[in-house]
C-alpha cells in the first residue's frame, strides 16, 4: 500500500508540472499580442483598443507589437514555437490559410500548428482611387487597364493579402492585367496613393477618412451586400465580378496550449466586443463583429484552409511560391 500511495502521488506531482499552475493567478506576466499589420493602420488601432479594454477590464497587462510582411505570416509563425502558456499570442490573418497553399513546399499548416482562442472581426475592403483621377468607375477602371495593360498600378498592405488576391481574382474575371505594389501596412499604402506614387489601392478601411474628406474616391467594396456607410457604392459581385472578401480574424496561440487556458483567455477578450470604445473604432473602419468561441473558430478555420485552397487553385497559383 505504501508502494501504491507513492506511485499515485508521484504521478499527481508529475501531471501538476505538466500544467499551468492555476493555484496561480493567470496571466501571471504581461501578455504579448503580434499585430500581422503595421503601426497606425486600421488594424493595428483595432488590434491595440481590443488589448486596452481587455487589459483595463481585467488588470492584466496586454501589450501589441506589430510584426508585418510575408501576407501577414510573420506575426502568427512568430507565435508558433512561443511557450503554449497563453502568454503569447497573435492575431490570425487570412494569410495563413492560403500561404502554404501557394509554397512549393510548405513550411507550416495552420490547423496543426497553432491554438484558436478566439475571433473577432473582420474587415470591409474596397478600391480607391485619387479624387482627381479620371477613373470615375469600375467599368472606366477596366477600361483605361485594357488600354494600358500593365500599366495600372494598385497597392495593398501585402503580396497575398486579402485586398491583393481579391483584387487579382477581378483582374481575372474582368480580362485585365494590372501592376501589382506591395506595401507593409495601410498606413504606407495611403500615403503612395495621396502621394501620386500608385494609381489605386485596395485595402480595408484606413482609407474611409479620406473618402469622407473628398481625397479619395471609392470605387466599390468586397463584400456580398454595400455597406451601411456607403449604400451608394456596389459590390464588385453586383457588378458581375464574384469576389467576396472579409477576412475574419482573432487571437491564435501556438499549438498544445491546455483547454483551461485558451477559455480564461476567451473570457478575458470576448467583453471587448460590447466596450462602447471599441465598438466606436469598429464602425469607425466598417468592421463588423465576428466573434467564435474556440471550437467553432477551430472548425471555422479548418473549413476556410480548404475554401482558400480552392480559390488559390482556381487563380493557378498553387506552390507559386
Request: glycine residues 10%.
Given at each position: 500500500?505504501?508502494?501504491r ?15 499551468p ?44 507589437e ?16 512561443a ?18 497553399h ?22 470591409t475592403f ?46 481575372h ?46 470605387l ?38 491546455d ?53 488559390i ?9
Open positions: 500500500m505504501q508502494r500511495d507513492f506511485l499515485i502521488g508521484a504521478g499527481a506531482l508529475a501531471a501538476a508540472g505538466s500544467m499552475a492555476f493555484g496561480q493567478k493567470f496571466p501571471s506576466r504581461p501578455v504579448t499580442l503580434y499585430c500581422a499589420f503595421t503601426a497606425g493602420g486600421p488594424t493595428d488601432q483595432v488590434f491595440r483598443s481590443f488589448a486596452e479594454s481587455a487589459s483595463k477590464a481585467t488588470g492584466a497587462k496586454i501589450v501589441v506589430n510584426k508585418p510582411g510575408a501576407g501577414g505570416t510573420i506575426a502568427p509563425l512568430s507565435v508558433r514555437n511557450r503554449p502558456d497563453g502568454h503569447t499570442l497573435s492575431q490570425s490573418p487570412m494569410g495563413i490559410f492560403r500561404i502554404p501557394m509554397q512549393k513546399n510548405p513550411t507550416f499548416d495552420p490547423i496543426e500548428d497553432f491554438t484558436y482562442v478566439i475571433c473577432l472581426t473582420g474587415y474596397g478600391l480607391v482611387v485619387p479624387a482627381d483621377s479620371p477613373i470615375k468607375s469600375v467599368q472606366d477602371y477596366i477600361d483605361y487597364a485594357k488600354a494600358h495593360p500593365g500599366e495600372l498600378s494598385y497597392g495593398t498592405p501585402g503580396a497575398n493579402t486579402s485586398p491583393h488576391l481579391a483584387i487579382e481574382e477581378f483582374a474575371t474582368a480580362g485585365i492585367k494590372l501592376n501589382h505594389v506591395p506595401f507593409k501596412g495601410n498606413a504606407e499604402a495611403m500615403i503612395s496613393l495621396l502621394g501620386g506614387h500608385v494609381m489605386s489601392v485596395s485595402d480595408s478601411t484606413g482609407w474611409a477618412p479620406h473618402v469622407d474628406s473628398g481625397k479619395v474616391r471609392l466599390a467594396t468586397y463584400g456580398s451586400k454595400r455597406t451601411k456607410r456607403w449604400p451608394d457604392i456596389p459590390t464588385l459581385t453586383e457588378l458581375g465580378y464574384d469576389t467576396v472578401a472579409d477576412s475574419p480574424f482573432g487571437l491564435i496561440g501556438p499549438k498544445g496550449m483547454p483551461a487556458v485558451v477559455q480564461k483567455l476567451h473570457d478575458i477578450f470576448k467583453p471587448t466586443l460590447e466596450d462602447p470604445r471599441v465598438l466606436e473604432l469598429l464602425d469607425r473602419y466598417d468592421q463588423p463583429l465576428a466573434y467564435m468561441g474556440p471550437e467553432e473558430y477551430t472548425a471555422w478555420a479548418k473549413k476556410t484552409y480548404e475554401n482558400e485552397r480552392k480559390t487553385e482556381r487563380l493557378g497559383l498553387i506552390g507559386s511560391i
